[in-house]
């Protein structure tokens, strides 16, 4: 028997990491490469470590990293000493923030609206900067800047995190008045794109789960359970978007946000290292979510999927500067790119003879008080005690909904 030991290294979130163990529970005994494999996780632990200790859970995933860097250097401790596989890179998500991840996209051709990097309104805390400033920073026209990308616009810092400092901006009084606010913060202004759809697409491996957001409404409503909500053209382009981008950047668990508009998809937010995955948020999603995580994981784990610290981006850049392909010529051979990558035909394959059972035990699991009871205390943790019932009924409701629509045949 080979047994993989699963490593969960978890910030303040509880409802997914009891989703996920359930779920993982459902999973074994595999009969694969003439072994028999079980998979069980463990919530890591922070302590002190050795450059050199060993690493006993062979693949982590990641949802702390991003902002406590003592573990972020543990992973990559982990990766380069121990080989052991990550959900996601701290290499890419440390160096390929939201900046760095359009010019990418860009250089790929890809819909991105129009940026600009604006230099700091405050100076930073830098005994250097006076002097560097005086002698190299050339004056600029924030209006003159605004007025090329046309209001309404948006700043936000280059490299993102919780829509932190995101402004929309209508006219001279609120550029001002944003920019004034952003202190040391370094922004960016992107225009905007009269869009009839926001999309958000999840991905997890090479599945990939394209929803309809609404950003302005609270959090327990922004994803619309909305079927076919994008043209064929524009869901596939959602859909193909989300896993290059995941692929080129080697990274497996991770959202990418979109602007629709007819058969156009602008890219405009697809770096996000801890990913919305909260039951409260996701809802109608989550039962998805987290058995997208398992089986992923648990692919990776009991076939032995190896690492990647590599990014193949000549191989994307070769495609980008064949002047006779289209657009759609280029998506196309991206995505097969990203294919390679995810392995997703061996994936769906593999899933198929050794995970079938688990979509009907998952949907057993929903039905059950187990998963109600997380419900409930994730409810209690996350609203006031008046707004209880209320809450309860909305994402039961909701839950109800994604079993009546999953029932098994």
Known sequence: MTHHLIGLLLGAEDDWPRAFEAILGMVGPIDHGGATHEVSCERLTIEPFQLDDPVRTPLVIDRLAHWYYHPREWLKKASLVNGTYLLNSPFTFQSMEKHSAYCAMVRLGLKVPA??????????????????????????????????????????????????????????????????????????????????????????????????????????????????????????????????????????????????????????????????????????????????????????????????????????????????????????????????????????EWCAEHLGHLEERVHEWVASDEFDRILRETVSATYPPHEHEQFMAHFRGLIKLWLDDHAPA
Not at 144 to 153: C, K, T
Not at 210 to 226: I, K, L
Not at 263 to 268: L, N, T, W
Not at 309 to 335: C, G, N
């Open 115 to 348: 940026t600009t990097l604006v230099p700091y309104k405050n100076p930073i805390d830098n005994v250097r900067w006076a002097f560097t400033s005086e002698r190299y920073n050339r004056s600029f026209d924030l209006d003159a800047l605004a007025e090329q990308h046309g209001y309404p616009l948006y700043m936000k810092p280059f490299d993102g995190g919780a829509w932190r400092g995101v402004s929309r901006i209508d006219d001279r009084e609120d550029l001002h008045r944003a920019y004034d606010e952003s202190g040391e913060m370094l922004m960016h202004l992107q225009s905007t794109i009269d869009y009839e759809h926001f999309a958000r697409a999840l991905s997890i491996g090479p599945e990939t789960m394209v929803m309809d957001f609404r950003p302005d409404q609270p959090m327990h409503n922004r994803y619309a359970v909305s079927h076919d909500f994008l043209s064929e053209s524009a869901g596939s382009q959602t859909v193909a978007i989300s896993r290059i981008v995941n692929a080129f950047f080697s990274w497996e668990f991770n959202s990418a946000e979109m602007l629709v508009r007819g058969d156009e998809v602008y890219p405009i937010d697809y770096a996000n290292a801890c990913p919305d995955v909260a039951v409260t948020s996701l809802h109608y999603y989550f039962p998805w979510a987290i058995t997208a995580l398992v089986r992923w994981s648990t692919y990776c784990a009991v076939t032995g999927r190896k690492s990647n610290v590599d990014l193949r981006t000549r191989a994307y850049f070769a495609i980008a500067d064949d002047p006779d392909m289209s657009y759609d010529e280029k998506l196309t051979a991206y995505l097969a790119l990203a294919d390679e990558y995810f392995e997703t035909e061996r994936y769906w």
